[in-house]
């Protein structure tokens, strides 16, 4: 139990485009879901909070209107790139979380921008 | 100071040793501690999960929590290749708002 996939694992896409990673828990119902990004030798560094039905809670330092966060249903988040550049290059993992308890983890999204 | 400290390694043992790893952590109030083990280019699986202090075990691990010292320690017996990984700890004042230490990359060798 307590699956959490990802799509896609990996993107490589051009400087200026939007990129959209999903985030879905399979076998539980999340009521909320974070998104955390993770640079080479780095600790996860959460970026945003989110619930279902409501607005992401973003962290200091990240842009929200950069990093679009949808979480329209207990099972779907969406974490939505927009205009990324070279540096917004990072592994991106989302977790789901149903109870006060635990988080866990998807495999992760692989972003590369050229 | 950090939230939360923990050696990056690496860490190299043979097969079979017992393996520490440790993290120290500087917030009081932190009450849920973690392990999660991450293999290369994936996502954390949690491994151990702890309330407040004292040990847990789970097969060939053990998780202590020292909330006087500030100071918490996975244990893995008879290590294995397969053990190879990067454990990160994470710990929180409510379940849900992790702070993660910068994990300790191990390699057990055959």
């Known amino acids: 139990g307590a699956v959490v996939s990802q799509h896609p694992s990996r993107v490589i896409c051009k400087s200026g485009t939007s990129v959209k990673i999903e985030c879905r828990s399979l076998d539980f119902q999340a009521t909320t879901m974070f998104w955390y990004r993770q640079f080479p030798k780095k600790s996860l560094m959460l970026m945003a909070t989110?619930?279902?039905?409501?607005?992401?809670?973003?962290e200091q330092g990240v842009e929200k209107d950069k990093f679009l966060i949808n979480h329209a249903s207990l099972t779907l988040s969406t974490l939505t790139v927009t205009s990324a550049h070279p540096e917004d290059s990072s592994f991106y993992i989302c977790?789901?979380?149903?109870?006060?308890?635990?988080?866990?983890f998807g495999p992760g999204t692989r972003l590369t921008v050229l | 100071q950090k939230e939360v400290e923990q050696d990056p390694g690496p860490l190299s043992v043979p097969e079979g040793a017992i393996v520490s790893l440790n993290c120290t952590y500087s917030n009081s109030a932190f009450q849920y501690f973690m392990w999660y083990r991450q293999y290369s280019r994936k996502g954390p699986e949690l491994l151990m999960y702890t309330y407040s202090s004292g040990n847990k075990e789970d097969g060939r691990f053990t998780a202590q929590v020292d909330k006087s010292s500030k100071y918490i320690s996975l244990f893995i017996r008879d290590s294995q290749p397969s053990d190879s990984a990067t454990y990160l700890c994470a710990m929180s004042v409510g379940a849900n708002n992790l702070f993660f230490g910068t994990g300790t990359r191990l390699t057990v060798i055959p």
């Open positions: 977790s789901a979380s149903e109870s006060a308890d635990t988080q866990y």
């Open positions: 989110s619930n279902e039905g409501s607005k992401a809670t973003y």
